[in-house]
T-cell receptor, first 113, second 113 residues
Framework: NAGVMQNPRHLVRRRGQEARLRCSPM?????VYWYRQLPEEGLKFMVY????????ESGMPKERFSAEFPKEGPSILRIQQVVRGDSAAYFC???????????FGPGTRLTVL | SQQGEEDPQALSIQEGENATMNCSYK?????LQWYRQNSGRGLVHLIL?????REKHSGRLRVTLDTSKKSSSLLITASRAADTASYFC?????????????FGTGTQLKVEL
């Protein structure tokens, strides 16, 4: 049973470009969470999704950031018009329901030049 | 202090010694989880303790939870060099949507030979 998959593992973008981060949850998991980790800090919650629904996006910046988890395919975190401050590690986690532990993917390290 | 704040921030011990890390939080919780993160890597789930549990063991790990003091401790016995990593506690609140985790800033553990 493969774990949570994220790709790409490393992504380099220039200011103003778009970044698309993908997350495939563990088999049987329908709950997906995105977190961001700035250097030397803990993870900060961004958004919680179930299939085709955004349940909680209280941690998402108001502009440029969006997330989706379609019926088919991976969850996508999209950052438009990236700025240097977006440089961070973005982690996805999945769980079978909202009461169990979350299993994390290896993360995508975004660098904005 | 912030929700899920670890103490100490850094800990250096000799191989074979025990390592104790503490975590304090502010709001009522459903669960508290401990994760390990090796440098530049993803998070590995270590243990989950529910709010109605006081102590839990897993191999060389022992976790305690005191909901009256809103604190938890992680004890690693007979430490090994491979235990060198950052350790985070994460809580999920009783109120609010879903099971979003609030992470502390972590304790950096270094186990020397």
């Amino acid at each position: 049973n493969a774990g949570v998959m994220q790709n790409p593992r490393h992504l380099v973008r220039r200011r103003g470009q778009e970044a698309r981060l993908r997350c495939s949850p563990m088999k049987g998991h329908s709950h997906v969470y995105w977190y961001r980790q700035l250097p030397e800090e803990g993870l900060k919650f961004m958004v919680y999704l179930q299939k085709e629904n955004i349940i909680d996006e209280s941690g998402m910046p108001k502009e440029r950031f969006s997330a989706e988890f379609p019926k088919e395919g991976p969850s996508i975190l999209r950052i438009q018009q990236v700025v240097r401050g977006d440089s961070a590690a973005y982690f996805c986690a999945s769980s079978p329901n909202q009461y169990n532990e979350q299993f994390f993917g290896p993360g995508t390290r975004l660098t904005v030049l | 202090s912030q929700q899920g704040e670890e103490d100490p921030q850094a800990l250096s011990i000799q191989e074979g010694e025990n390592a104790t890390m503490n975590c304090s939080y502010k709001t009522s919780i459903n669960n508290l989880q401990w994760y390990r993160q090796n440098s530049g890597r993803g998070l590995v789930h270590l243990i989950l303790i529910r709010s109605n549990e006081r102590e839990k063991h897993s191999g060389r790990l022992r976790v305690t939870l005191d909901t009256s003091k809103k604190s938890s401790s992680l004890l690693i016995t007979a430490s090994r060099a491979a235990d060198t990593a950052s350790y985070f506690c994460a809580t999920d609140a009783v109120t609010g949507g879903g099971n979003k985790l609030t992470f502390g800033t972590g304790t950096q553990l270094k186990v020397e030979l």
